[in-house]
């Protein structure tokens, strides 16, 4: 069967990829200078890492568990050919192959670098605000599973079913300090509150502007009693600007420590008060008399949406890689897509195809 009918001329003018596309090409070709410090000039040819960039992107933006799903859409999707860039004919690549150039874009930074550029065109577009913002952690369940999580000073005993043994760990008081995942030594057991069963997971933080709730900054790291606060004051430093700014928070973040050197660091800190603690709430009427405490409490909430997000569509709730830097690299990609699609729905359909 032969067509004359190009991929582009099949998109439909109103499909939502096609004002996410025109973003993605200005923001690869901010990157082309990384690109060609990753790849040699010798070899064997490799997968374009723009067509890998947008393939993974279709990835995270329908939910596409494996790459070797991704592969069998690229097949015969003409949407996602489209989207990468492939013809009709172009053959698809190898799954493992696929992987392994993935891989080499884990080395480079490159989500690093691909999230600052679709930053950057929100703020030359307008669309974020440099004063007022919000802060929030959430639990990203590792991959490993109960079983693997194992004292450390002895060995486990050898298993009567090498392929799903039989471990019985009722009764036992597992720690961080005395056990580790066998599969995942960087997970660590946490849970969400009091009342919630504990789970492998890792720390999942994002920094989001309060007008339009685009994220800014995101950071993922190891589950501690502190993780989420030293996160928020990581990510307070590297705001944008010398003026002084708000930043919103829960009840989580009512520490005398935590406003102190979020207040050294020129930021007024928006958190809800935590009056059932000991000594009271850190926060006091020279904060909650403002107008602008009263927002920030209500536009704070608004982070649960990209979480939402991530969660779901970016198939963060249970994440498919182990150790803090894969992750990480995953969790900040998903956050570049959710930003995306927002801008996508906050620009003019005239200033997004341009």
């Not at 099949?10 to 200005?26: G, K, Q």
Request: with cysteine; glycine share 6%; proline share 5%.
């Amino acid at each position: 069967m032969f067509s004359y009918v190009s991929p582009e001329k099949r998109v439909p003018a109103d499909h939502p990829l096609r004002a996410i596309r025109p973003m993605v090409d200005r923001a690869l070709k901010g990157l082309s200078r990384s690109f060609n410090q990753l790849y040699a000039d010798w070899g064997r040819p490799s997968i374009a890492p723009e067509k890998l960039l947008r393939a993974l992107l279709l990835q995270v933006l329908y939910s596409i568990r494996s790459e070797r799903m991704l592969m069998e859409q690229l097949e015969y999707n003409l949407l996602f050919r489209w989207f990468v860039g492939l013809n009709m004919d172009d053959a698809v690549w190898v799954p493992t192959v696929f992987s392994k150039n993935r891989d080499r874009l884990l080395m480079g930074e490159i989500a690093e670098k691909f999230f600052a550029e679709v930053l950057q065109q929100a703020r030359d577009q307008d669309l974020l605000s440099d004063e007022h913002f919000s802060v929030d952690g959430t639990l990203i369940e590792a991959w490993a599973s109960q079983k693997s999580f194992q004292r450390k000073d002895q060995p486990a005993p050898p298993p009567e079913d090498p392929g799903n043994p039989t471990v019985d760990f009722h009764g036992e008081q597992r720690r961080n300090d005395t056990h580790e995942s066998t599969t995942d030594p960087e997970a660590q057991l946490a849970r969400k509150s009091s009342g919630h069963e504990a789970k492998l997971a890792y720390c999942g933080n994002v920094l989001i502007e309060n007008r339009n709730g685009l994220v800014v900054d995101c950071e993922l790291v190891p589950c501690s009693g502190t993780a989420e606060r030293e996160a928020a004051l990581r990510m307070a430093e590297r705001i944008d600007g010398e003026q002084r700014v708000t930043v919103g928070a829960d009840k989580g973040y009512d520490t005398r420590d935590f406003v102190r050197e979020m207040r050294e660091r020129n930021v007024t800190p928006h958190v809800s008060q935590n009056t059932k603690r000991s000594g009271g709430s850190a926060i006091d009427r020279r904060t909650t008399h403002h107008a602008g405490y009263a927002v920030s409490q209500r536009k704070r909430k608004r982070i649960e949406e990209v979480f939402g997000w991530l969660k779901t569509v970016g198939m963060l709730r249970k994440t498919r890689h182990r150790g803090v830097f894969k992750v990480g690299w995953v969790f900040t990609f998903a956050a570049a897509a959710y930003n995306l699609v927002r801008m996508k729905n906050l620009l003019p359909a005239t200033v997004r195809t341009a």
